[in-house]
């Protein structure tokens, strides 16, 4: 086993941005209506979520520490350039290369979580399609060995053979979006009363049903701080600043509540109240 063993699938440098003045983190359980204070480090993580499993069930974190490296490390500073600017009601005035960091960053977000990993593929579904890839293998090439299908299709492979497809698709298979995401334009929105939320999935798709990814009316939302956030929007590579009324926060908060099963924020009150 090598790297770390608790992989944030929201960082927690991001998480950061949303704590109250003591560090703390205020999580709710939608699911379960329970409430905790965290910190965090602790928040929005699993152990093993991103590793590799080996057949002698050795653990690699290489994906994690690649995230950590390639997409956390470039995307976070650019976020922190892009809140600076809205507080102060200016533009960040990305360059290329923070604008490729800061999409970067946003698919991979986008596509990290647990819960939209599942709506990609679930364990079961992928159990079913390696049963029927090995029927169609055998009608090619004729029967396995007895004993070699027997391990092929025993839990342990499958389950190992699907924690390692999910966890390499995360920074292999999404380039296509980032291609499609770095043609839109940049909303940077600055909060002028009420405190945004974040939650275990905080990047929204916000558009109508069957529009895609680039086309009219389709909108990327995610908040970055308590009083900042950013869509990605149809107006080709176009930024603006713009602010955010207490309605807009309130239905924002809503529909990121949604969507996740945990949510958290710097205002407890808040929090419970979108739970």
Known sequence: MSGPVFHHYVPCSFLSNFTDAGGWLHIVDRQRREYWPSRPKKAFGEKHLYSLIGPDGAKDAIIETRLDREVENKGLPVLARIIEAARNQHLPALSARERRRLVRFLAVQWQRTPEEMSNIMNENGFKKKWCENLKIFESLYGPVDAKEKESVLSENTMRRCFQNLMARSILEEFKEIELRILQL?????????????????????????????????????????????????????????????PSQISEINQTIAGQSRYIAGSDKDAVIRFS
């Not at 940077?188 to 929204?204: C, D, H, K, M, N």
């Not at 895609?212 to 603006?240: N, Q």
Request: hydrophobic residues 40%; neutral net charge; glycine residues 12%.
């Open 185 to 245: 334009g940049l909303d940077v929105y600055f909060s002028e009363g009420g405190s945004l939320i974040t939650s275990s999935r905080p990047v929204a798709k916000l558009s109508r049903i069957g529009t895609e990814l680039g086309g009219k009316g389709f909108y990327i939302w995610l908040s970055i701080a308590t009083d900042v956030a950013i869509v990605m929007t149809p107006d080709h590579c176009r930024e603006r600043v713009a602010p955010l009324s």
